[in-house]
């Protein structure tokens, strides 16, 4: 059949649809508020709907995966089953502009009404073109880069069939122990947000909810709502308890911003939260999320999440489960079956109705409709637009520059860093990341081919080739491996020693040790929890023996989460966080080892000194006993083995050159309804070289109604200043800064006195002023 064909034999369904719609006197979808608002979206959607039987909309609600990437225990399905019936409303982990062309006309050789399927992945730092994951992109503070990476990443995955993208990941983390935090922005919830809100414009590259015709836009997915990030003790799935106050201040924040920004669906958290599911908690979707926030889009289960509800203990069978999912707004399963095996029966039964499944269909088929792929199914099968985008020159400059500007220097004593290309050095190449391909591109690199991405040493013999620096390389131990498969939870094989004699008789003939270490990339990201969240295996213990030697040490650090470097900032010269850097690892780490590339990235999450510590956040609320350190006192809010501060806080990062602060100033100390105050600092870059500054804004609110954290950062800007200048920055506070969730749970502004810091980071105290709101 010819699209032109088709077009035609499917409007004449439409028509007759209708029709009918319009004879009866009533609309199918009256109880249904649209996501576009498109009256003539609503329209086709009554049509089509109008034209359907009871199981091909519960079709609709069922999702597949390829099996491409599965993340969890796969169902028993008769998918193959289902497709004839035109019984599979969406597939995922299906790539490739004529394997999507395949698998769609599959589909609407089955389908009755010619309903086109909707592909889906998990696009989470790029397709093909990798980035850096997000946690380190975040550390960038580089809104504009995020929205630009994730644009990328929706132009390579449409052009390979894909237009439903299940990121960003924006659950809020305060808990390193936790894998997943490598897929999101950190702990504070105001950059969070704005983090949230770049990557939604950058994958569906919108500006108003009827612009998602275009094939290059790509259906972001807010998730997981929520509290995903909360999971006792770190560990992946696991429950979550939270007061409601907190999840209005701490987790709500981001997804609201997501809806505002205009998100197109949402996907539920595996945890339970205060003791119900989140998969089966209609206050969470239908109270909060549809009647309290408006939102209108589209509610897809995470992995198997329905089926889960068994386990958990709040369904005692699949049949409940689905009846539970149903009721709690969920419009559409992914891999459990769960909607497809028993919401007809239900429906006989009378257990739940068919305009509830109205409801959820009616949200599935506007986003096909606000796709365009009612007018053709295959518009996201272009092999010749996949050609061209795949990877592009312009991709992987951006990858580059991406990874360059994600790349935190932690520690720089005695100017170790940069290792200048003029200057003679015999450098000490040691660790198992010095010749790491695999792991550079961090968990969720979804088709990013791990063959291509540049390893340390390939990007530092291009850097200085030709140069006064000459390597001497040692691997000195191996990383230490996770088998997954084995009847144990986990089973890590520790290296031996046999390496570190020569990595040490490496070390004692150079000027410099350059060591590159940590995490495999499979032990962080999903179910990819650890309990010790130090350097795995025996890297710490090889260090050990390299400080022996006397000789200054460079560590640079790869890995998908805050690591306890406790030991390693207390003996080496330098760290640099590299992170997983993505497809251009090697070379952006030479940029900045060499200084051609100065560094300005900044801390989203703190690094804690040990996991007893956790979890550790800067924004942490007060005491009646609170610890101070220039004073100190028993009976008071500390630990008796360790500092009360993180290792490196939130918002910390070095540059090659340093900048100064000075001359803060308010333009009044007070203000009231309706006004502002604008504060105005100097910020000089003093050093020898030009670089970028993060300044931060940090407010306290003394005394509140609701007790008020410490601090909260309300504002920042990254500048560029050339050495010896200087530059005024301007932050205006206004009731929009000082508002915060009041016992009501509603926000709220209170007359009082407030803490303003404009600082290098959170821990930084020495530019402050007070004001009041009256």
């Given at each position: 059949m010819?699209?032109n064909?088709?077009k035609?034999?499917?409007?004449?369904?439409i028509?007759?649809?209708?029709?009918?719609?319009d004879?009866?006197?009533?609309?199918?979808?009256?109880?249904?508020?649209?996501?576009s608002?498109d009256?003539?979206i609503?329209?086709k959607?009554?049509?089509?709907?109008s034209?359907m039987?009871?199981?091909?909309?519960?079709?609709?609600?069922?999702?597949y995966?390829?099996?491409?990437?599965?993340t969890?225990?796969?169902?028993?399905?008769?998918?193959?089953?289902?497709?004839?019936?035109?019984?599979?409303?969406s597939?995922?982990?299906?790539?490739?502009?004529?394997?999507v062309?395949?698998l769609?006309?599959?589909n609407?050789?089955?389908?009755?009404?010619?309903?086109?399927?909707?592909?889906?992945?998990?696009?989470?730092h790029?397709?093909?073109?990798?980035?850096?994951?997000p946690?380190?992109?975040?550390?960038s503070w580089?809104?504009?880069?995020?929205?630009?990476?994730?644009?990328?990443?929706?132009?390579?995955?449409?052009a390979?069939?894909?237009?439903?993208n299940?990121?960003?990941m924006?659950?809020?983390?305060?808990?390193?122990?936790?894998?997943r935090?490598?897929?999101?922005?950190?702990?504070d919830?105001y950059?969070?947000?704005?983090?949230?809100?770049?990557?939604?414009?950058?994958?569906q590259g919108?500006?108003?909810?009827n612009?998602?015709s275009?094939?290059?836009?790509?259906?972001?997915?807010?998730?997981?709502?929520?509290?995903?990030?909360?999971a006792?003790?770190g560990?992946d799935?696991?429950t979550?308890?939270?007061?409601?106050?907190?999840?209005?201040e701490?987790?709500f924040?981001p997804?609201q911003?997501a809806?505002?920004?205009?998100?197109?669906?949402?996907?539920?958290?595996?945890?339970?939260?205060?003791?119900?599911p989140a998969?089966?908690?209609?206050?969470?979707?239908k109270?909060i999320?549809?009647d309290s926030?408006?939102f209108?889009g589209?509610?897809v289960?995470?992995?198997t999440?329905i089926m889960?509800?068994?386990p958990?203990?709040y369904a005692k069978?699949?049949k409940?489960a689905?009846?539970?999912?149903?009721d709690?707004?969920?419009?559409?399963d992914?891999?459990?079956?769960?909607?497809?095996?028993?919401l007809?029966?239900?429906?006989?039964?009378g257990?739940?109705?068919e305009?509830?499944?109205?409801?959820a269909v009616?949200?599935i088929?506007?986003?096909?409709?606000?796709?365009?792929?009612?007018d053709?199914p295959?518009?996201?099968?272009?092999?010749?637009?996949?050609?061209?985008?795949m990877m592009n020159?312009?991709?992987?400059?951006l990858?580059?520059?991406?990874a360059?500007?994600?790349?935190?220097?932690?520690k720089?004593d005695n100017?170790?860093?940069?290792?200048?290309?003029?200057?003679s050095?015999?450098?000490?190449?040691?660790?198992?990341?010095?010749?790491?391909?695999?792991?550079?591109?961090g968990?969720?690199?979804?088709k990013?081919?791990r063959?291509k991405?540049?390893?340390?040493?390939?990007g530092?013999?291009?850097?200085?080739?030709?140069s006064?620096?000459?390597?001497?390389f040692a691997k000195?131990t191996d990383?230490?491996l996770?088998?997954?498969?084995?009847?144990?939870?986990?089973?890590?094989?520790?290296?031996?020693?046999?390496g570190?004699?020569?990595?040490?008789?490496?070390?004692r003939?150079?000027?410099v040790i350059?060591?590159?270490?940590?995490?495999?990339?499979h032990?962080?990201g999903?179910?990819a929890?650890?309990?010790?969240?130090t350097?795995p295996?025996?890297?710490?213990e090889?260090?050990?023996?390299?400080?022996?030697?006397?000789?200054p040490?460079?560590?640079?650090?790869?890995?998908g989460?805050?690591l306890?470097l406790?030991?390693?900032?207390?003996?080496?010269?330098?760290?640099?966080?590299?992170?997983?850097?993505?497809?251009m690892?090697?070379?952006?780490?030479?940029?900045?080892?060499?200084?051609?590339?100065n560094?300005?990235?900044?801390?989203?999450?703190?690094?804690?000194?040990?996991?007893?510590?956790?979890?550790?956040?800067?924004?942490?609320?007060?005491?009646?006993?609170?610890?101070?350190?220039?004073?100190?006192?028993?009976?008071?809010?500390?630990?008796?083995?360790?500092?009360n501060?993180?290792?490196?806080?939130?918002?910390?990062?070095?540059?090659y050159?340093?900048?100064?602060?000075?001359?803060?100033?308010?333009?009044?100390?007070?203000?009231?309804?309706?006004?502002s105050?604008?504060?105005?600092?100097d910020?000089?870059?003093?050093?020898?070289?030009?670089?970028e500054?993060?300044v931060?804004?940090?407010?306290?609110?003394?005394?509140?109604?609701?007790?008020r954290p410490?601090k909260?950062l309300?504002?920042f800007?990254?500048?560029?200043l050339?050495?010896?200048?200087t530059?005024?920055i301007?932050f205006?506070?206004?009731?929009?800064?000082?508002?915060?969730?009041?016992?009501d749970?509603?926000?709220?502004?209170?007359?009082?006195d407030?803490n303003?810091?404009?600082?290098a980071?959170?821990a930084d105290?020495s530019?402050?002023?007070?004001?009041?709101y009256?």
């Amino acid at each position: 059949m010819n699209k032109n064909t088709f077009k035609l034999g499917f409007w004449a369904l439409i028509l007759f649809g209708a029709i009918s719609c319009d004879q009866s006197g009533s609309k199918l979808t009256d109880y249904w508020k649209s996501y576009s608002g498109d009256p003539k979206i609503e329209a086709k959607v009554d049509s089509v709907l109008s034209l359907m039987t009871l199981e091909e909309k519960i079709g609709q609600m069922n999702q597949y995966s390829a099996n491409f990437a599965a993340t969890g225990e796969v169902a028993d399905n008769q998918s193959g089953e289902y497709l004839k019936k035109g019984m599979i409303g969406s597939t995922f982990n299906a790539f490739g502009a004529e394997k999507v062309h395949m698998l769609q006309e599959q589909n609407m050789k089955y389908s009755r009404l010619k309903i086109p399927m909707l592909f889906a992945a998990d696009v989470i730092h790029g397709l093909e073109t990798t980035f850096p994951i997000p946690l380190a992109e975040a550390c960038s503070w580089d809104l504009d880069l995020m929205e630009k990476t994730a644009r990328a990443a929706a132009n390579e995955a449409t052009a390979s069939g894909v237009a439903w993208n299940f990121a960003p990941m924006i659950d809020m983390a305060h808990d390193p122990r936790w894998g997943r935090v490598m897929e999101g922005a950190g702990e504070d919830v105001y950059l969070a947000s704005l983090v949230a809100r770049a990557r939604v414009r950058g994958f569906q590259g919108i500006s108003d909810y009827n612009d998602l015709s275009k094939n290059n836009t790509l259906i972001a997915t807010a998730k997981h709502f929520v509290a995903y990030g909360a999971a006792q003790g770190g560990r992946d799935y696991h429950t979550t308890d939270i007061s409601e106050i907190n999840l209005h201040e701490t987790y709500f924040p981001p997804f609201q911003a997501a809806i505002e920004e205009g998100v197109g669906s949402f996907m539920t958290s595996f945890n339970d939260l205060n003791g119900v599911p989140a998969t089966g908690n209609k206050w969470l979707y239908k109270d909060i999320l549809r009647d309290s926030w408006n939102f209108n889009g589209l509610v897809v289960t995470d992995y198997t999440a329905i089926m889960e509800l068994i386990p958990h203990g709040y369904a005692k069978d699949l049949k409940h489960a689905a009846q539970l999912s149903l009721d709690a707004g969920i419009d559409m399963d992914m891999i459990s079956e769960a909607f497809v095996m028993h919401l007809k029966e239900l429906v006989e039964e009378g257990s739940i109705t068919e305009s509830q499944i109205d409801v959820a269909v009616a949200r599935i088929l506007e986003m096909k409709f606000l796709l365009g792929l009612f007018d053709d199914p295959y518009r996201y099968c272009d092999v010749e637009r996949e050609k061209e985008v795949m990877m592009n020159d312009g991709y992987i400059d951006l990858a580059h520059k991406a990874a360059q500007k994600a790349i935190v220097l932690l520690k720089n004593d005695n100017n170790i860093l940069p290792l200048k290309k003029e200057e003679s050095k015999r450098v000490a190449l040691i660790g198992p990341f010095v010749d790491e391909r695999k792991s550079l591109n961090g968990e969720w690199a979804i088709k990013g081919d791990r063959s291509k991405s540049v390893t340390l040493r390939e990007g530092l013999d291009e850097k200085y080739a030709g140069s006064k620096v000459s390597f001497n390389f040692a691997k000195g131990t191996d990383l230490p491996l996770l088998d997954r498969k084995t009847e144990k939870v986990s089973v890590v094989n520790v290296p031996d020693r046999s390496g570190f004699a020569k990595a040490v008789s490496v070390a004692r003939n150079s000027d410099v040790i350059l060591v590159a270490m940590g995490e495999n990339y499979h032990w962080s990201g999903e179910a990819a929890s650890r309990s010790d969240i130090t350097l795995p295996g025996n890297q710490r213990e090889l260090l050990k023996e390299l400080k022996k030697t006397g000789k200054p040490i460079v560590l640079v650090v790869f890995n998908g989460r805050p690591l306890d470097l406790s030991w390693e900032a207390k003996n080496v010269d330098a760290i640099v966080e590299a992170w997983y850097p993505g497809l251009m690892s090697g070379h952006a780490v030479a940029d900045v080892l060499s200084g051609d590339y100065n560094p300005s990235a900044k801390l989203v999450m703190s690094f804690p000194r040990n996991v007893g510590q956790i979890p550790i956040f800067y924004n942490q609320k007060n005491t009646g006993r609170p610890f101070d350190a220039e004073r100190p006192a028993d009976y008071r809010s500390n630990y008796i083995d360790v500092e009360n501060t993180p290792l490196f806080p939130f918002g910390h990062g070095l540059s090659y050159t340093n900048f100064k602060y000075s001359n803060l100033k308010l333009d009044k100390n007070e203000f009231s309804k309706g006004g502002s105050i604008t504060a105005t600092i100097d910020i000089t870059n003093t050093g020898n070289v030009d670089g970028e500054e993060i300044v931060q804004l940090y407010i306290q609110d003394i005394v509140a109604s609701v007790t008020r954290p410490v601090k909260e950062l309300k504002g920042f800007e990254k500048l560029a200043l050339k050495k010896g200048e200087t530059k005024t920055i301007k932050f205006t506070i206004n009731e929009e800064t000082i508002k915060f969730i009041g016992l009501d749970m509603q926000p709220v502004v209170e007359a009082g006195d407030f803490n303003l810091w404009i600082a290098a980071s959170s821990a930084d105290v020495s530019n402050h002023l007070k004001f009041s709101y009256k």
